[in-house]
């Protein structure tokens, strides 16, 4: 692997608590995941994104935190943490961990201290407003859960600021003992071993709230700051941010625009991710070669994070309303399906018909575009949603790993579980399990394997560059190419149900001896690649040539 690891990584997140129980309370835990960490290695996961483990209340699912400095108890102690680090170092494994340090829980210390006098020294650490401001219902991130995004505290006797939760009170950036602290608390985790952080919500961590103006300046120079510390701390950790912003504004998040790459690592694509559920309902490309075609030239070192479900609801805030309704009609058509007016809690497998040519389909096109693919733990086995739960809890149940009781992840009695696991229908752990598919090598598990094998002697992917190929396509086919030191891969993917030829002969000059490295059925040789076939929700995986001396 290179020297940006995070260029050619495989990225797995995963709630601790879903995960794997040790001790049989019903919750997930760090020696859990350890005994777990074999199961990774083997699937291919070179990175480890672990959803919030602090201490907390749990009102919204660990982003809200009592202790920057500790692990929730009913994972483990600190201890545990750092044997989980040891073990996965030693199966090359890197951890990042959630940074959720735009808010902290109404029930911090910090802010049960800033709340009880205007003197206290913590009072400056949140936004407060002495009168109710007008923008005090402008801003909600959660609509329909979330009514106001300023609320009177009596004890305070103030207004303080939560764009979140109204128990989720935001940390005030504009205070220098703010920033320091966060950096403590980067340097606390670095230093016990962690690769770096995914930082949460980061248009609002350096928003500088002006009470009643709803579009508050941004400090990008927290950012530069924060970027320095952590490079001085350790040379080769990782900062990937949530950033669902303007495409316009993508850049500054990167670098200050001299071309250093100065700030962030790492960006979510969430505009790619809305473009790809797009085209997949429509089964027409065309959103996807607009995304690469308008991808914003990235410093040196800058990187996308792809996805198609990660651990929220797939946002299509970023379409158009018409584009909304197509996506939301095809794989989200029933209102329990749908959340927050703009996005679907439903995992990929329900969504496409549990249609497995279908599901290799998107996964191989997610994998194969430019960036570091991000996958959301059960995926690999085509795990289902329970709408029967609230929000985002939806794809929050137990990992599904066997056909024992409570799907292997715990032996709690059911109603001590953290969530029901899924028991009933064609997405019960009766039927979507780790042991059923490790036994069949033709299982999406396996299939997952060899995905993740073939994308890993393919660098060029994720640390070269990808563009498409600009020839005459039958309907519904994708043509794009990556280009690195170690030559170039050529990728075709039929989003369509017919069966197709594809003319790529124009590449010939640059093929040596072409190949298939990875596809959805025995195809005839590459040869000429005058006359490939492609089968509906068919892909190829064409190596065309080699780097020099490679």
């Not at 504004?249 to 700030?263: K, T």
């Not at 379409?319 to 959340?339: C, H, I, S, W, Y």
């Not at 040519?357 to 693919?373: C, I, K, V």
Request: net charge negative.
């Amino acid at each position: 692997m290179g020297d940006r690891w995070y260029q050619e990584a495989v990225v797995y997140c995963l709630d601790v608590d879903t995960y794997a129980d040790s001790d049989g309370d019903g919750v997930g835990d760090f020696q859990g995941l350890i005994g777990r960490l074999d199961y990774l290695a083997r699937l291919g996961v070179t990175c480890l994104w672990l959803n919030p483990i602090h201490p907390s209340p749990n009102q919204d699912d660990g982003y809200d935190a009592t202790d920057f400095y500790n692990v929730d108890p009913r994972l483990g102690t600190l201890g545990d943490f750092a044997e989980l680090l040891h073990q996965a170092q030693n199966r090359g494994i890197r951890v990042i961990i959630d940074l959720v340090v735009n808010h902290t829980s109404d029930q911090h210390p910090w802010f049960q201290s800033a709340r009880s006098s205007p003197d206290s020294p913590y009072r400056d650490w949140y936004v407060w407003a002495d009168h109710e401001p007008d923008d005090r219902h402008q801003g909600m991130v959660f609509p329909g859960e979330q009514h106001e995004t300023w609320t009177y505290d009596r004890t305070a006797k103030a207004w303080y600021y939560h764009r979140f939760y109204k128990f989720q009170p935001d940390l005030n950036i504009e205070n220098p003992k703010v920033r320091a602290e966060i950096k403590k608390i980067t340097s606390f985790w670095l230093q016990l071993g962690v690769s770096g952080f995914r930082m949460d919500a980061v248009p609002f961590i350096i928003e500088r709230t002006e009470p009643g103006n709803p579009n508050s300046p941004k400090d990008f120079d927290f950012l530069t700051d924060l970027r320095q510390h952590v490079q001085w701390r350790r040379g080769d950790a990782v900062l990937l941010a949530e950033a669902n912003v303007e495409p316009e504004e993508l850049p500054v998040y990167f670098g200050d625009g001299s071309g250093s790459g100065n700030r962030i690592h790492m960006l979510f694509d969430f505009m790619l991710n809305g473009r790809l559920m797009l085209a997949l309902a429509r089964e027409d490309p065309e959103t996807i070669i607009d995304a690469l075609r308008d991808t914003p030239k990235l410093p040196t070192g800058g990187q996308w994070a792809t996805f198609l479900r990660n651990h929220d609801e797939i946002d299509l805030s970023r379409l158009t309303a018409d584009q909304r309704n197509d996506v939301l009609a095809k794989f989200g058509p029933d209102e329990n399906m749908q959340l927050y007016g703009r996005g679907i809690r439903r995992r990929l497998a329900p969504m496409l018909g549990n249609d497995r040519r279908h599901l290799e389909l998107a996964y191989a096109l997610q994998f194969s575009l430019r960036g570091t693919p991000v996958l959301r733990y059960g995926e690999e086995i085509g795990m289902g949603e329970d709408l029967a739960l609230d929000g985002r809890d939806a794809i929050r149940t137990p990992m599904q790993w066997s056909y024992r009781e409570n799907a292997g992840f715990s032996t709690a009695e059911p109603e001590k579980l953290i969530r029901p696991v899924i028991d009933k229908g064609e997405f019960g752990y009766q039927q979507v399990n780790v042991t059923a598919q490790r036994k069949d090598p033709r299982s999406l598990l396996g299939w997952f394997e060899r995905m993740i094998r073939t994308l890993r002697e393919a660098p060029e992917v994720g640390s070269g560059s990808t563009a498409h190929i600009d020839v005459p396509m039958p309907p519904g086919v994708l043509a794009h190419r990556a280009d690195g030191r170690t030559g170039t891969m050529v990728f075709l993917h039929n989003l369509g149900t017919e069966d197709v030829e594809v003319d790529l002969s124009t590449l010939a000059p640059e093929a040596d001896l072409p190949i298939d490295v990875l596809t959805d059925r025995n195809y005839e040789e590459v040869g000429k690649l005058d006359r490939l076939k492609l089968a509906g929700h068919g892909y190829r995986w064409i190596r065309l040539c080699r780097g020099q001396g490679l």
